[in-house]
């Protein structure tokens, strides 16, 4: 039987939302530090362990705690393998993970995971990841390429269908024009040519800013981030992402239901998810009521 799923990543207060209220969903939490939730998880990855209690038994520190936890979900996958082999093809498994992006950027378990979860594991799940980003990575530069190259590498890490998405677009409606928004969708080298805390004047009004002691310390932070080896380096970034060619973004403003809509309309796509439905005539709800109400 085949089984549909959409692996939700991105960094911490990414807004990792894609609950649709029109939707069947089953709902699977994989964030061992998480407690409070918009829509309570069908699966908790609390029942099986928590953050907390690693951090407390084993004395180690948030990451390595949660590079801990995932390791004890691949070693005890029955836990997954329980809740789900049951569920028919209608449902739409949504997995939360943490917001962590090292676990699915350069750290084997994620992908271990996903290995167990698709095609080639015992759970048959055809299955889409998508990686939240958000929209006020845009007004900074630096900052938007380097989430944008956390994108690309959890793309060839985990060798699923992948979809980018923007989150929080409320965030910034109105400050940011849509005609330059559109920029950033599809990522290239160019941003970097106007950006605009990149020029002159904002270089001088921020040193002015911090201060002549601050501005003279060329260890200081805010001198290495307007260097020129930090822009060599986004430029870098900027020109591998665009020699890539792989990463663009949709928009997402969880707030309204067809903007969530829209994103999973591109997940049932990336999963094939209508292909698998079973068609259904147009009397067929009739039929159904009137049967239901010759049985009362």
């Known amino acids: 039987m085949s089984k549909f799923g959409v692996l939700v990543m991105g960094p911490a207060g990414a807004g990792k939302h894609l609950r649709n209220n029109k939707r069947s969903c ?3 939490n994989l964030d061992p530090a998480a407690d409070k939730f918009d829509y309570q998880p069908d699966l908790d990855i609390a029942d099986l362990i928590t953050l907390e209690d690693v951090m407390e038994e084993m004395g180690l520190g948030p990451n390595g705690g949660l590079i801990y936890c995932f390791e004890f979900l691949l070693e005890n996958l029955d836990f997954l393998t329980e809740a789900i082999d049951p569920l028919t093809e209608e449902y739409l498994i949504i997995i939360d993970m943490p917001g962590q992006i090292e676990l699915y950027t350069h750290i084997p378990v994620v992908p271990a995971l996903v290995r167990h979860l698709t095609r080639t594991g015992s759970l048959n799940v055809s299955l889409c990841a998508t990686y939240l980003l958000e929209s006020t990575f845009v007004v900074d530069r630096a ?17 699923v269908p992948h979809v980018n998405v923007l989150s929080k677009m409320d965030l910034i409606k109105g400050s940011v024009p849509r005609k330059q928004l559109k920029r950033f969708l599809d990522p290239d080298t160019s941003l970097l040519d106007d950006d605009p805390t990149d020029s002159d004047a904002a270089i001088a009004s921020a040193a002015q800013t911090r201060g002549v002691a601050a501005a003279a310390d060329p260890l200081a932070s805010e001198s290495l981030m307007a260097g020129g080896s930090f822009k060599r380096l ?23 239901e067809d903007s969530v809509g829209a994103i999973l309309s591109y997940v049932d ?11 259904r005539e147009p009397n067929d709800e009739l039929e159904n009521a009137w049967e239901d109400a010759d049985m009362s």
Not at 234 to 256: G, H, K, Y
């Open 143 to 159: 900052k938007y390429f380097a989430g944008t190259l956390s994108a690309m590498s959890a793309m060839i890490m985990l060798e």
């Open 234 to 256: 986004n430029r870098a970034v900027a020109q591998l992402i665009d020699d890539f060619s792989m990463v663009s973004f949709l928009q997402l403003d969880a707030q309204d």
């Open 26 to 28: 089953y709902y699977v």
């Open 269 to 279: 796509e990336a999963i094939q998810f209508h292909e698998a439905q079973e068609p």
